[in-house]
């Protein structure tokens, strides 16, 4: 049974960092892209990041310069480092892996999800 299970997530003053996690169990992911996304209260899932099977990275402009997502194919794990945290990246963020060999930030292309970690960020 595939599993992305998420961790890193808490509280945290405008300003600070935080590092996300996720695992990936079940089978492995080197020929997808991973990424995050992130869900606030109301609003629909947005895009953030994500990497490719050849470590090409997108992110989306409200966090380019800021976060840097990352991951480590034989270890089957992927991170997001947040920087300079906003009030507005307050969230609940997925990790999630996409169909084999899709490159984009579509979402209806991401097959696998986690559960998802909350991100609050006070200002």
């Known amino acids: 049974q595939v599993q992305l299970v998420e961790s890193g997530g808490g509280l945290v003053q405008a300003g600070g960092s935080l590092r996300l996690s996720c695992a990936a169990s079940?089978?492995?992911?080197?020929?997808?892209?991973m990424a995050w996304f992130r869900q606030a209260p109301g609003k629909e899932r947005e895009f953030v990041a994500a990497i490719s099977w050849r470590d090409s990275t997108i992110y989306a402009t409200s966090v380019k310069g800021r976060f840097t997502i990352s991951r480590d194919i034989p270890k089957n794990m992927l991170y997001l480092q947040m920087n300079t945290l906003k009030p507005e990246d307050t969230a609940s963020y997925y990790c999630a892996a996409s169909q084999d060999r899709y490159y984009g930030t579509v979402v209806n292309y991401y097959d696998y999800w986690g559960q998802g970690t909350q991100v609050t960020v006070s200002s």
């Open positions: 079940g089978r492995t992911f080197s020929t997808n892209t």
